[in-house]
């Protein structure tokens, strides 16, 4: 399925073949967390802009509208008339994200929705079934994502747990691909890899899990509350211990130069809300640094918001313009930004890709870690 194609120092070139199309890394995938990009965009945006591989929201789909929904109107693929090929995360972060209205046993994890205060339950098994309702391309393992910094025999219990609800996920997976009516019945599944902050219990967590042989292997459990530093050092801990022929994820990660960061540690995908999120707040990320549309000196600004970017945005309207109806409130200044800032996401993907191709990813790497950091 994974096919590494040319590597630069630990930097690698991949080519992942799915079900449902091959996907170029290292690469980005654009967070539609309820089968949509937030701030107007719709699945054909997403083609124009070149993403790759779309994510979506396992626990926000199956409490609204239901993932059985889901399933009988053909999978999150029909469901949001998306051609490519889309990864469902388990819902493990949601449910560490509320903390406070969570229980965690051996089953699994009992929690009350933020919607309605419904008690819902979720272990391995619905975690899968729900996904494979979702019939996704690629489902993630459910497991706990742990708060940085958490005491280490508390995280050492912890990842032992995971690791029994990982092996559950691939039994409860097999068994849900063997059914006739499965929608996708070549679902994968990835494992994820947690220790917190301790690369002596990452490294052993990963040898573990590698005996799995999965499809994939990710990182979770990451931009949780360390440093940006801790978070490399955990990469670099981790990386020699994750199989060469399977492609790695670094989960919910992050900025721009954090994904520089990661490619040039050898991580192949990543995702994060950051780019949606920040758009529809006016801050763009553009190829002379990060600019704040809201600021006054944008107020007759003529220029598109990148001069060096041909996305829709700037080939067709002003820094000017945009911040006006930012400023009035007009859900097309949001789509826009939007549109900007995934297109610049999946650009610098491809700008990656192509340094990796010609063997220049190092002096790329050096050009451009600073700049993607700093504010114009």
């Known amino acids: 399925m994974f096919e590494l194609l040319k590597q630069e120092n630990k930097a690698r070139r991949g080519r992942f073949t799915t079900p449902h199309g091959v996907i170029e890394t290292p690469v980005f995938m654009n967070v539609g967390t309820s089968a949509a990009i937030k701030g107007g965009l719709s699945a054909e945006d997403l083609s124009e802009l070149h993403c790759q591989v779309e994510l979506s929201n396992t626990y926000h789909l199956h409490v609204r509208p239901g993932d059985e929904v889901v399933r009988d109107l053909g999978g999150i693929r029909k469901f949001m008339n998306w051609q490519g090929p889309v990864l469902t995360d388990s819902g493990g972060f949601q449910v560490f994200s509320l903390a406070d209205l969570r229980k965690i046993k051996e089953e699994g994890v009992s929690f009350k929705s933020h919607l309605d205060g419904i008690r819902i339950f979720m272990g391995p098994e619905e975690s899968m079934q729900i996904q494979s309702n979702l019939a996704s391309t690629i489902a993630m393992a459910f497991d706990e994502c742990i708060e940085n910094p958490a005491p280490k025999d508390y995280v050492k219990n912890s990842i032992a747990r995971t690791t029994r609800w990982l092996h559950r996920c691939k039994a409860e997976m097999a068994r849900l691909n063997s059914l006739p009516d499965t ?192 504010r114009y």
């Open 183 to 374: 929608i996708n019945k070549e679902q994968m599944l990835f494992g994820i890899n947690q220790g917190g902050t301790y690369p002596d219990l990452r490294i052993e967590h990963m040898k573990e899990i590698a005996e799995l042989d999965l499809p994939g292997y990710a990182i979770g459990g990451l931009a949780v509350g360390e440093t940006a530093e801790e978070m490399y050092d955990i990469i670099d801990a981790v990386e020699p211990f994750m199989p060469k022929d399977k492609p790695r994820y670094l989960m919910g990660v992050g900025t721009p130069v954090n994904i520089l960061e990661g490619v040039a540690r050898g991580v192949d995908f990543f995702d994060c809300v950051m780019p949606s999120r920040n758009a529809r707040h006016g801050l763009l990320f553009t190829s002379v640094g990060i600019i704040n549309l809201n600021n006054n000196r944008y107020l007759r600004d003529e220029s598109p918001i990148d001069p060096n970017c041909d996305c829709p945005a700037c080939k067709k309207h002003s820094r000017g313009y945009i911040r006006h109806l930012l400023k009035a409130k007009e859900m097309l200044g949001m789509r826009l930004c939007v549109i900007h800032n995934i297109h610049f996401y999946n650009q610098m993907m491809q700008d990656i890709r192509d340094a990796l191709d010609e063997g220049r990813f190092t002096e790329f790497y050096k050009e451009k870690v600073e700049l993607y950091g700093s």
